[in-house]
């Protein structure tokens, strides 16, 4: 659906479809190398109060199988 979505093949309202959004982020990470992609994302993120969840747990790339 990305490629659909970059090229204007899609209607606004698929365009706004939460599912479709969710798709194409966690879509492109499927094809990532998981030190590159699922763990920086993560690293980057934080709830509505500002606090990043993930410093909670020790994750080094190091440790990471993919």
């Not at 699922?38 to 509505?48: F, K, V, Y």
Request: net charge negative.
């Amino acid at each position: 659906m990305l490629a659909a979505q970059l090229r204007g093949k899609l209607t606004q309202k698929e365009e706004d479809l939460e599912d479709l959004l969710t798709s194409n982020v966690f879509g492109s990470i499927k094809y990532t190398d998981c030190k590159m992609g699922l763990i920086p994302l993560l690293a980057a993120t934080e709830d509505s109060n500002g606090f990043n969840h993930l410093i909670s747990f020790p994750i080094s790339q190091e440790n990471v199988i993919c």
